[in-house]
């Protein structure tokens, strides 16, 4: 059952992937809309599931303790990465960061313009950077407007100095643009799964991470993590990844190694294990 069935087939068994909490541990980051289809969602399909996935042992955690499911109903199935992070060329890197206007190197953020994604906080880090370091980078941002964004996305088209903001950028592109990146920052407040973060590992780009929810266990060694609530700390964690080079490579290969957690087959071999139980098991609970 995908969250867009609020009412299941009822005598069935019922499974559903878990994919954050958020609405319930941060209804103030969601729509009103959106927590109240949650809400509806948790009681009509998650309690009543014979087995949950969930994308992360965090996100686990999390039903457990919000939903009382017990911990045996669910298991923990990671998702993939796109091969296409993994094998991107510095030809394509070249090309693709050429097209989209960078002329320098650059610091990343790609994702949604939403308060839960915390920017307002990165972008006042960068402003704070020293400005023998901030002169010689830029911070790209890449990422469609999302819900409560005005604010954030007025700063974006106004932005301070070195402040590049591409908008929504083609998915066929973000290969290439997430590769090419020097750092890749995502201080974001809560992930049930950070597909960005993985996909920054898998391109063997350094991460910049928060030390809250799934982000430690997606960015692995390969992150440097910091309290997203706190500006100094983002800012001081993006100007030792600046300075330090040996540092920046060594999350790099570390973050190479973990993304191997994070492939489809994988993905696709363990799921179909869990529906073969869930099919031939007696219904749980």
């Known amino acids: 059952v995908t969250n867009q069935l609020r009412h299941p087939i009822r005598r069935t068994r019922v499974t559903a992937t878990v994919h954050d909490m958020t609405v319930a541990l941060a209804p103030e980051l969601h ?5 109240a289809a949650d809400a509806r969602f948790t009681e ?5 599931a014979a087995g949950l996935i969930a994308v992360s042992e965090n996100t686990r955690r999390d039903v457990v303790s919000l939903l009382g499911v017990p911990e045996q109903r669910i298991e923990v199935i990671y998702p993939g990465v796109d091969d296409r992070f993994r094998e991107v060329t510095p030809e394509t890197v070249a090309g693709t960061i050429r097209r989209l206007g960078i002329g320098k190197l650059y ?3 790609l994702g949604t313009v939403e ?3 915390n920017l307002d906080r990165l972008l006042d880090a960068w402003s704070q950077l020293q400005p023998s370091l901030a002169g ?3 911070l790209v941002v890449a990422g469609p407007a999302g819900w409560s964004s005005a604010s954030t996305l007025a700063r974006l088209r106004a932005p301070a100095r070195g402040v590049r903001y591409l908008g929504y950028v083609d998915e066929a592109d973000l290969p290439a643009l997430t590769a090419g990146a020097m750092i890749f920052a995502y201080p974001s407040l809560y992930e049930g799964f950070a597909h960005p973060v993985a ?7 350094p991460v910049l991470t928060s030390d809250v929810s799934s982000l430690p266990e997606v960015a692995g060694e390969g992150g440097l993590l910091v309290d997203p609530r706190s500006v100094g700390e983002i800012r001081d964690g993006l100007q030792r990844l600046l300075t330090s080079r040996s540092l920046r490579e060594r999350l790099a290969a570390a973050g190479r190694e973990h993304s191997e957690l994070f492939r489809w087959e994988e993905c696709a071999r363990r799921s179909v294990g869990f529906f073969r139980r869930i099919a031939s098991a007696a219904c749980i609970g």
Do not use: C, D, H, S
């Open 31 to 35: 729509t009103p809309g959106n927590v």
């Open 115 to 117: 308060p839960r994604k």
């Open 107 to 109: 610091i990343l953020f």
């Open 44 to 48: 009509n399909v998650l309690r009543r």
């Open 136 to 138: 010689t980078v830029e």
């Open 199 to 205: 996909q920054a590992i898998a391109a063997g780009v």
